[in-house]
């Protein structure tokens, strides 16, 4: 994604982090590395980003993290 931040770590941008049970479209973007699936426990406070070295972290804009998510699960569903 374009407009996904990039990780404070390393530079690198980030996927957003998909919590819950995925469903088979989620699985999808998540094998298109559109999507990063972190399990069905959610922290009480849970990162939102990571990257390809695995670094998390959360953004202040969570419109952009609905807005990557929303898309990667579009993308998978073509």
Not at 45 to 68: F, G, I, N
Request: hydrophobic residues 45%.
């Amino acid at each position: 994604m374009a407009n996904a931040p990039e990780c404070p770590v390393c530079g690198q941008r980030g996927v957003p982090i998909l919590y819950g049970l995925p469903t088979r479209v989620a699985r999808e973007a998540a094998a298109a590395g559109k999507v990063r699936l972190f399990g069905c426990v959610v922290p009480a406070d849970p990162d939102q980003w990571t990257c390809p070295q695995s670094h998390t972290w959360k953004a202040d804009d969570d419109a952009l993290l609905l807005a990557a998510i929303d898309a990667a699960i579009q993308d998978a569903r073509r």
